[in-house]
Every structure is written in C-alpha cells, then in structure tokens.
RNA sequence: GCCCUCAUCGUCUAGGGGCCUAGGACAUCGGCCUUUCAAGCCGAAAACAGGGAUUCGAAUUCCCUUGAGGGCACCA
C-alpha cells in the first residue's frame, strides 16, 4: 500500500478574530493530519489589504495555541515551504500569472469598478442571471489595449474560463460534482494593487506547499471547479477536496457577526475549557457512532475520519456546550478547579474585597462548588458570599420558609444564635446534630430551620450544603450573619 | 434570477434495504435522592419534508416537488 503524504493546512485571512465556524476547519485539519501522522500547515492569507485588522493574526495564533492545535509549518515555526504569510510571496504570484499570460490561459482587464457595476445592474434590470463579467477585455484588439495603457489604467488579470465544456471534480465528502464552464466567469486573479486574490493564491501555495487534502468549508465549493481549471491551466495534479458542512446561527444561516459569532478566544475568556472546546466542535459535522459524546484529544485523533464527516450544517448549540463544559469541568481534581478559578476569584470578585485571595481559604470551598457552576466564571458570582464581610445584602423575606412565618423564624433564629454560640469550634457533624435536635426541641421541622440559617448565612437560598458551608465561614461569621437576619426581619415586622 | 449542495426529534446526531414499534446526547417535563441548589440515577414527551418509482420489503436506492443553505466581488 503506498503510504500518501498527507499535508494539510489552515489558511485563515487575518480580517477579524476567529469563531468556532473558523476553527472547526483548523480542528478538522489537524485532527487529519494527526490521525494520518501528516503535517498541519498554518498559512495565513493576508492578501486584502483592506479588510486587514490589525491584532487578528494574534487572535488566530492565540486561539489555536489555547487549543492546542500545534502547527508543524507556519508563523513562528517556519517550514520549508515559507513565507508562510501571502504578503510576502507576491513575486510567487506574479510570475505565475505572467505565466498564464504568456500561455494565453489570462488576460488583461481595464474595466473600471464603475464599468463592472452598471454591466450587473443592467444584466439585473434585463432580468438576466447576474454574471460577475461579461468577458468585454478577453478579446481586446492591440489597439485597444495600448489605448487603456496609454491612459495609464492598471489592469487586472483574469483568467480564461473555457467557453464550452464541463469541470467535475471528486469531493471526499459529497462525490463528483459538475459545473457548466458556461456558468463560470472569468475570475480575478491579481488585483490591480498588485496583489493576488484567493483563488490564485491558493492554488500556488497549496501546490508549492504540497498540499495533499485540502478540508475546507463548504462555502467554497462554488469556487472548486474555477480551482480545478487552474489546476489544469498550470497542468498540476490538484490536491484531494472535502469540503466541510458548515456551523450556522440559530437562524440556520451561515454563522457570522450577525448573530454575535463569538470568538474563540471568548470562550476562554468565559472560564470554558479548550478540551471541551475540542470535543464540541468535533461533534459539529463529525461523529462516531450512536453513543459517544465525551472524547478526549487522543480518542479524537485516533477516530477521525473524513468517512465520518456529515454532510449537514450544523447550529452551533451553546446550551450543550455548556453542559459539556460543566461534565468536564467536574471530571478535574480539586486543585487544578483551584487553580482555574483562583485568576477568575481575583478578578471577579467585588474590588473591596482584600486581595489576594487566600489560597487555603478557596481550597475549602472548591469542593462545595464543582458540581454547581460549569464556567469557572461562575464561581465569582456563585461564592461570592463566602468572601463579603457580613455585612450581607439581601430580602428579609426570603428569611421565611414555606410554612413559617415572620415570628417563628425569628424564633428559630434567636434560638440558633444561642445554641450556636455554644458550639466550640463549627464541623459538619456537629452543626448537624446539634441544629436537628434544636429543630426537634423547637417543634420545627430540619428544614424549617435549616432555610433561615442558610439564607442568613448566605443571603441566599440556593447555596452549597449548609453544613460545610457554615465550616467554612466560621463560627463567629456565621453567628454576626445571623444576629443580622434577626436584626433585618425585627425590621421588618415592626 | 442563475448555479451548486443539503434534507431523521426544538438542537447535535446514529442509521448505508429487513436487526427501526428509528438509537444516543443537549434542552424540556416527571420521579428518586435530598437541609436549599446542583450533581447523579430512573422515566416521559419529541423526528424519517411531501409525492411517485424500484423491491417480497425503504429512513436507507432512483425521480419529481417543496424547503433550507451556500455561491454568483479587484473579500476570503
């Protein structure tokens, strides 16, 4: 069996930060090449210079390291293939479109935009398909070209679509397709500022890089025939295509910055994971069989295959990646949670609260959180209470369980307050014993005592376990909380 | 408008002629557990776009319709 070198790349162009729509492919792409033992290209497309945004290259960089997406050629790496930034192979593109020139295979355009415009308003206005060109420079006479050179007009050069015939290429993913050359226009392939577009670009690098597979998303599928027939016009064998199915918005439309696309690095942001990340986008247009949800990367690489991409868009569900965040989430040993939130609890947590955060302190709390937040963001907002002085904030009335009232819970407080004051030193058992058997001397039910000392306590009603939470505060933080409450709800009922 | 692609629960998907009275996951709803909230466990509801054809038999093959998406730039 003849063992194909797979090479495969990324080639985002550095016009804004990358989404998980974006980085899906460089996830596809790498896990290709990772299952295959290839090599992953990073190749980044800077040839517009002016949808060029300025720390998108660091956005994009960024968002793979976090994921761990190692590329093996590309910025930073180097490779034998480089540069590995468009912008600094023009002479590369140059001469290849010279090449076509001379070939006969392009030719010179002078149309202005002006001209392009009012030739697709009128074919709109005569009710016909609108073409992109209508060929008017493809059989210029002498004359009339040193006519426009004389008016000192830079062309562009576009390529000859054949008049007649058909292209059909093999799509890994969807099969063969075939296009009509009479439906294809002849495209641009260097600007007039001297820059290439895409399509020429991408076709000499992808050759020069000696790409093998090219895994893109299916927004280029349109453009594979036109790639195709460059490929021949150079007369290169083309690489293999696979064109991806796409992450839509919640409209079920490409996703974009209409529906807020967020950027990868966001997520970071958000106290998400990367290997949730990973495993989530991987399940967005791939999956292995009929049960699997949680893959770690090594399964991941192991498994992947183009066979098993899905032909389907695919929207981008948060709800479930935010499940899936909180599965993993509670999978980490307590110290690596610590570790993760201790940045989050630092930032997060109100400016008056004493800085830094104790180390120790949060070490007691993580246990009692990790199966209720799922970003570490959270955690900031979800224990604050454990570090506010107590000084807490909050409605009197959530003091009054179901089936209590203003009087009985004042009962059980003042009661708590003293029973508690007894205790030497606050733990889990000894809270509980001792706060069941008041509940038992007082008549209550637990809970009718538990739920005032816990919002007392907290000045909220859905908290940890109380009992641990109340060791973790501290006798006397506990007992100035609940003397507070008492104070609050004698307030209140006058 | 023209070209291309796609079509299973609300969403992500399994399914490649009989194993499908269509499986799993998220979300939803109910139950258990329980001091609250979670987590966990158990359960429910929820889909093969429509119509033809092929076949003993179709979610699975073919055709048409419909719908959706993508493309039609000196953007990628």
Redesign the pocket.
Known sequence: MSQQTIRVRF???P?GYPHVGNIRTALFNWLFARHNNGTFILRI?D??QS?KVDDALDSILGSLKWLGLDWDEGPEKGGECGPYFQSERLDLYHSYAQHLLDKGHAYKCY???ER?EQM?TDMAAR???????DRYCRNLTNKQISEYESQGITP?IRFKIPLEGQTTFHDLI??D????NT?L?DL?LL???G????HLANIVDDHHMKISHVLRA??????TPRHTLLYKAFGWKPPLFAHL??I?GP????LSKRHGATAVTEFQDQGYLPQTMINFMA???W?L???T?IFSKEELIRHFSI??I??????F?H??LY?MN??YL?ELSHQDLQQHIMPVLEKGLPPHIARPISDEYVRKIVPLIQ??INTFNEAATYADFFFLDDNLEYDPMLLIAKKMDSPSTLKVLIAANERLSTVECFDHDLL?TTLRSLADELGFK??QV??PL?VACTGR????????TMTVLGKERCLARIKLATKKLQQISG
């Open positions: 080639a985002p162009s016009t497309e040839t517009d949808r149309c202005s935009p392009l697709r009710k016909e398909s609108v073409r992109s060109y562009v969807r099969g397709i075939t296009f009509e439906e226009d641009v600007k007039s500022d820059y290439p577009t895409y299916d927004e280029w599928l349109s453009s199915p796409m839509l409209d079920k439309s490409k399940l967005l247009g999956s069989d009929d049960k949800e066979e098993r899905s032909k389907t868009g695919a929207v569900n709800e479930k499940w909180g599965a509670r199966e209720r509980e637990a809970g538990f739920s816990r009603t859905a908290t940890p376990p109380l009992f641990e």
